[in-house]
């Protein structure tokens, strides 16, 4: 067996709320829409991976999504025009990548990153 993707699911009352944030902010395209449930993501870009802390590194909390792009520059752009508030960051990390923390609509905590 392999497993070939690994998908997070929020529980929300308006799954279209995510068309704002995720899409138009994010860049994210729509990959599946029921009513009852929308999949957004990259087609054939996405890799299974899953992560477990106890912290979300620089003392943070730990977030419940992480996005990696391309151009963080560019994505914190959008965040900010879009008027979303930053939690956290924009900071380069000693680990490699520069990242910022936001809420998405549904009140979940996103670390938006690119590897430095």
Same mark, same amino acid.
């Given at each position: ?29 729509? @990959? ?7 999949? !957004? %993501? $990259? +087609?054939?870009?996405? #890799? ?37 508030? @930053? ?7 000693? !680990? %490699? $990548? +520069?990242?910022?923390? #936001? ?14």
């Amino acid at each position: 067996m392999r497993v070939k993707r690994i998908v997070p699911n929020v529980a929300t009352e308006d799954a279209t709320a995510a068309l704002h944030f995720y899409g138009e902010v994010l860049g994210l395209e729509p @990959l599946m829409d029921h009513g009852w449930i929308a999949t !957004w %993501g $990259v +087609r054939g870009e996405a #890799v299974a991976q899953i992560s477990f802390a106890v912290e979300g590194g620089s003392g943070t909390p730990v977030p419940d999504l992480s996005v990696e792009v391309d151009d963080l520059d560019t994505a914190l752009a959008r965040v900010r025009a879009a008027g979303y508030v @930053l939690e956290y960051g924009p900071a380069e990390e000693p !680990w %490699g $990548v +520069r990242r910022f923390f #936001v809420r998405d609509p549904f009140g979940k905590l996103v670390n938006i990153l690119a590897h430095c």
